[in-house]
Each structure stands twice: as C-alpha cells, then as structure tokens.
C-alpha cells in the first residue's frame, strides 16, 4: 500500500534540522557526471529538492536552478544554505507552463511519490 503523501510531508517537516547530517555529501564524481550531462541546459528544475544538496551546488557551477519540496522545513533549511529560488510545489501538480526547463532532476524521491505516470508527464505540451 503506498503512503499518503501528506505523511511524506509530515516526516520531512519533522527530520529537515537533522537531515543533512544524516546524508552523505554529494560525492564529486556524481557532481561531475551531472555537470557533464547538464552542459547543454540553463534552466534546471529539480523536484525534491529537499534541502538544496544538488541544486545548491549546480546553482553555484552557474546553472539556473529551481527546487521545488512538498516541505516547507526542508526548503527553509535549503534557502538558509543558499538556493535562491526554492517554492513549496507536489511534483503532480507544478505551477509552471509547460517547457519551462531544459530538464528536469527527481533524485531520491520517485520511490515516495503516488502518482509516478502523472509526475511524468508533468510540465510537458502534448
């Protein structure tokens, strides 16, 4: 049975003051590979963006980076550490026009998310 997402909310809001220090830095040959991989994109959205552990970093290589959390706690700890564009948004249901980024990064989160085939499809004309 898969989770109500308002609990995933819930539990973020609740660990976000330790949740840094219970994750492993982003490790340099990751940050490289998404370097390379991004080197033709601006515009980045990453959905989950949590505390800003990817999207900070991207943001400081140049990259324009907006994150997107169901969690306000986990966003303020994020914009504390210095993302500048991070808003409160379920990954169903974004509010941006379609084509809005050049790509779009969901890492460690697809695994919580209800409704995968909508997220998908999210932000896409048809």
């Known amino acids: 049975m898969e989770k109500d997402p308002t609990e995933n909310k819930t539990l973020f809001d609740f660990i976000a003051h330790q949740y840094d220090e219970t994750r492993e830095p982003l490790r340099k040959e990751v ?13 980045i959205l990453e959905i989950g963006t949590g505390t800003g552990r990817v ?14 959390d ?5 966003l303020e700890k994020a914009r504390m550490k210095g993302l500048k564009k991070a808003l409160i948004a379920k990954a169903e249901s ?3 026009e ?5 790509v779009t990064l ?6 919580l998310l209800k409704e995968r ?3 998908m499809n999210e932000g896409f004309s048809s």
């Open 31 to 43: 940050l490289s590979f998404l370097v390379q991989y991004l080197s033709d994109s601006k515009d």
């Open 55 to 68: 999207s900070i970093q991207l943001q400081d290589l140049g990259f324009n980076v907006t994150g997107v």
């Open 70 to 74: 169901i969690s306000e706690k986990m």
């Open 94 to 96: 974004l509010p941006f």
């Open 98 to 102: 379609d084509n809005s980024f050049d």
């Open 106 to 111: 969901i890492i460690h989160v697809f695994h």
């Open 117 to 119: 085939a909508t997220v």
